[in-house]
């Protein structure tokens, strides 16, 4: 068993050197610079919510953008954050161009990204080098296929190096790329890539998945068919790994690579140009599209990593992910700032989720990202000791409010030198909004702070700023910021407070999934941090139920249960009270059943606004969104529960 830390579960993680990151150097450029005296991470915040078009400015400088047309301003429309304003404009710079300058200047030889299928097999390295000589392949045969600036191109594909090459390939033509993950269905597929018209779609036919292989291929043959309808422009379809099948258009990754090289060109593009479309989740109607601005995203991606997880030059960077999912971008920026990053494919849990941790030993990983439930299902498998994990500096958590039991249970049996960060973003931006950063204390599960140049607020619903009560409301962004629940003020959709002791935040859950019983609001993962302390439940989730026919809402707790064991009447009581006495009264369910599974997206968040829908009798759309949409139809059986004014037996 390694060291554990010296320092209680219950206190706080400081780093032993915050002079020495590359954050504590932004501070004190800043004060070089324009002559101030900001000590800490606070008053550095406000400066840079304060001095908006400074800190932009001093941020492009220090991320060390790359272009070949300076910009004319920081931002053009800045005194109203809606409209949009211009950032940066009149430059002309090329994502892709910037993802690769500094580790080709850096260390060319080096190895630049290395990836693996399940279980660590079939591991592939490519240097700086070689990866720029297969962007220029790539983006030869793109050309040689006539995509050209503003195309889509599409992937239905794993995290692969071939997905990677894809996303930079594109990039460095100008085109814009998108992805989903290969257990997206045949609808979700169409849903997403009928509204952006790709000119070439990626796929894979066969997958690795849970030590099974996976044939893809009638599902693909399906989406494609109807994509061919609805998107007259799809010219190629090409399938990267299994086999491809007789269709117009269709061929295999090597013959779509069969050209002649054209020398790599990075076409210069405004700083808002698009690089790559993300989705929302389709729940409430077809899935949006959600565009990205190259440089725009970059930049804040760039802003995450090097001063919020003091990512650096000689870091290796492992997240796992889909490339569904906005953690996927945020792994492949890690490259313009020349980090190595590290892709797997395949499920986490096998052949246990123990390998995991051999992962980030084998391959000297420095930073690594992972979500409350891996490091959940960790906790009830990992053997008796650890690896050393002498590289590990940090860990990051993100997808779902991190369980106290977890945290605890994470500085209890990891080296004391490695920070456990929970942080919260989003796919609207690509990027952060609070987490932790290395120069301010890390209290357990709490999110730590705000990042840099982000104005964050908790607001009621009545749109009153609330955070200074240690009350829950709504997670905002008023500088800079857009959008429409509050107008002209970004509301992300969280559920959060502010400990007034410690200064960080608590995710209570998300905003649509806040249960209001009796009027009283309160988030699910105040019932999940609870219900986790019960080994002998595996995973829970809870909705409100309020029907037409209802005269208040009532909380519905559903539990899955670990192994054979069956909910009985006398874990229902326990349960209720130990969230009474961690809680109050008021946050115990109106009644709690057991269930075979809990639907999950493929990015690891519990879909409560489905499971809500149809206990309420709302029409729902499934779509793509859950990874286990056939369990959704147990919950069916709970729409006709007695009306609320009946007294429920517990």
Not at 261 to 269: A, N
Not at 455 to 477: A, F
Not at 618 to 638: D, F, M, Q, S, W
């Amino acid at each position: 068993m390694p060291e554990s830390s010296a320092v209680a579960p219950k206190g706080p993680w400081m780093h032993p050197s915050p002079h020495l990151t590359r954050l504590d150097a932004f501070r004190r450029s800043i004060n070089r610079k324009y002559g101030l005296n900001l000590t800490n991470y606070t008053q550095l915040h406000k400066w840079s919510v304060d001095e908006i078009e400074s800190f932009c400015r001093e941020i492009w400088t220090f991320c060390g953008m790359v272009y070949t047309k300076p910009p004319t301003a920081i931002a053009v429309g800045i005194e109203s954050m809606w409209p949009r304003p211009r950032w940066f404009p009149d430059a002309r710079l090329n994502y892709t161009e910037n993802v690769l300058i500094k580790g080709l200047a850096a260390h060319p030889d080096a190895v630049a990204v290395s990836a693996c299928r399940e279980a660590g097999t079939r591991w592939r390295h490519l240097t700086w080098m070689e990866l720029r000589r297969q962007v220029t392949l790539y983006s030869s045969a793109l050309r040689q296929a006539g995509v050209k600036q503003g195309d889509r191109v599409a992937t239905v594909a794993t995290n692969s190096i071939e997905s990677l090459l894809v996303l930079l390939a594109a990039g460095a033509v100008g085109a814009i790329f998108s992805s989903t993950a290969p257990d997206m269905g045949a609808k979700g597929i169409i849903e997403r890539y009928s509204q952006i018209q790709p000119k070439v779609l990626f796929l894979e036919s066969t997958i690795l998945y849970g030590g099974k292989t996976q044939d893809q291929q009638e599902k693909l043959k399906m989406a494609v068919g109807e994509l061919k309808k609805r998107v007259k422009q799809l010219e190629r379809v090409v399938v990267m790994t299994g086999p491809a099948w007789d269709d117009t258009g269709v061929i295999h990754l090597n013959d779509f690579l069969n050209v002649d090289l054209l020398p790599l060109e990075f076409t210069q593009l405004p700083f808002d140009h698009p690089i790559y479309i993300l989705y929302s989740s389709g729940t409430t109607g077809p899935p949006k599209c959600i565009c990205h601005a190259g440089g725009a995203a970059l930049l804040q991606q760039k802003k995450d990593l090097i001063l919020g997880a003091d990512l650096g030059e000689d870091s290796t960077y492992y997240q796992y992910t889909t490339i569904g999912w906005m953690m996927w971008n945020m792994l492949v920026a890690a490259l313009s700032i020349g980090s190595r990053i590290v892709l797997y494919d395949g499920s986490p849990l096998h052949p246990s989720p123990a390998f995991q941790v051999q992962l980030l030993e084998q391959q000297g990983v420095t930073h690594w990202g992972t979500s409350p439930k891996f490091l959940t299902a960790l906790r009830h498998s990992l053997p008796d000791a650890l690896p050393q994990l002498q590289s590990l500096q940090l860990a990051v958590v993100s997808g779902s409010p991190l369980p106290t039991e977890t945290s605890d249970w994470f500085y209890s049996v990891f080296p004391k030198q490695v920070a456990l960060q929970s942080s919260s973003g989003g796919t609207d931006l690509a990027a952060g909004i609070v987490g932790g950063n290395p120069i301010v204390p890390l209290h357990g599960p709490q999110l730590a702070a705000p990042t840099l140049g982000m104005q964050v607020e908790i607001w009621d619903q009545d749109g009153r700023n609330i955070e200074d009560s240690g009350q829950k409301g709504d997670l905002v962004i008023t500088k800079p910021a857009y959008f429409d629940v509050f107008p002209g003020i970004w509301c992300h959709g969280d559920f959060i407070s502010k400990d007034l002791k410690t200064q960080s935040y608590v995710i209570h859950g998300r905003s649509d999934g806040v249960l209001n019983p009796g009027g009283v609001r309160f988030g699910t993962a105040d019932l999940y941090n609870v219900v986790h302390k019960f080994p002998q439940v595996e995973d829970c989730i809870a909705v409100g139920q309020r029907r037409p026919e209802d005269n208040d809402e009532r909380v519905l707790l559903f539990l899955k249960m670990s192994g054979n064991t069956r909910l009985e009447d006398s874990l229902r009581i326990d349960i209720a009270k130990a969230i009474r006495e961690d809680l109050s009264g008021r946050h115990v369910p109106a009644l709690m059943f057991q269930v075979r599974d809990i639907p999950y997206t493929s990015n690891g968040k519990k879909i409560e606004n489905l499971v809500r829908a149809i206990v309420c009798g709302e029409k729902v759309r499934v779509g793509g969104t859950a990874i286990n949409p056939e369990c959704l139809e147990e919950y069916e059986h709970y729409l006709h529960l007695p009306l609320v004014e009946e007294k429920a037996k517990l």
